[in-house]
């Protein structure tokens, strides 16, 4: 019954390996996000894709690159992991993105790059 | 873009008494402001939400309180109790094509029993 689910839940790789972050929600949602939370739980905005167009795309680097393959589906590739990549990555969904409705979050995964 | 700060970064209180988190907005055209309440080892979650057509809102033990003019938001929690103990953030974001919850640095809440 899970509203937004992200797999795997913890991920601990070497650095220079490629990794990707799945996310699916339930909730017909036409917005998706991500979003990265760093150690002292800063929570930024990432990427947001709108019914499978990129509308946000923060400053992040040209390692990460979001994938929709569908309007339920938002998954985060990264390439060439480096140490400062550690965080707790949040996938996010919302209905609409001029009402200003509720965000839904998943459960996080934790990223430890070693 | 929107720049939102948020005080105090940890806040202890006693179980029964009030917990009061302040937030402050730099983008007038902000029109929603939502908080999110996060447990340990889950994601942010909605606990309450106001728009600025609205100076205060009340769900049971928590309210939140919006003044336009001087762009600052507060969310109060009444008989706190230890389930209450958690990281939480405020937001703002506006009525836009792009809908961006700007986040506030979060606040650790520690009810102590």
């Known amino acids: 019954d899970t509203a937004v689910s992200q797999t795997p839940k913890y991920l601990v790789t070497q650095m220079g390996n490629d990794k990707s972050i799945k996310c699916e929600q339930n909730l017909g949602h036409d917005t998706m996000y991500w979003y990265k939370q760093d150690s002292k739980k800063f929570l930024k905005i990432m990427f947001s894709?709108?019914?499978?167009?990129?509308?946000i795309n923060e400053t992040v680097p040209n390692r990460f690159s979001p994938k929709s393959p569908d309007k339920a589906h938002l998954n985060l590739h990264i390439n060439s992991l480096e140490l400062g990549d550690s965080a707790v990555y949040f996938c996010?969904?919302?209905?609409?993105?001029?009402?200003?409705?509720?965000?839904?979050f998943g459960q996080g995964t934790r990223l430890t790059v070693v | 873009g929107e720049n939102v700060e948020q005080h105090p970064s940890t806040l202890s209180v006693q179980e029964g008494d009030s917990a009061v988190i302040k937030c402050t907005y730099s983008?007038?055209?902000?029109?929603?402001f939502p908080w999110y309440k996060q447990e340990l080892g889950k994601g942010p979650q909605l606990i309450i939400d106001?728009?600025?057509?609205?100076g205060e809102k009340k769900d049971q033990r928590i309210a939140v309180t919006l003044n336009k003019t001087a762009k600052h938001f507060s969310l109060h929690i009444t008989e706190t109790q230890p389930e209450d103990s958690a990281v939480y953030f405020c937001a703002a974001s506006k009525r836009e094509g792009n809908n961006r919850l700007a986040f506030g640095k979060g606040n650790q809440v520690v009810v102590i029993p």
């Open positions: 106001i728009r600025s057509n609205v």
């Open positions: 894709y709108n019914n499978k167009e990129l509308i």
């Open positions: 996010a969904s919302s209905q609409d993105t001029v009402l200003n409705t509720e965000a839904f």
């Open positions: 983008d007038s055209a902000s029109n929603y």
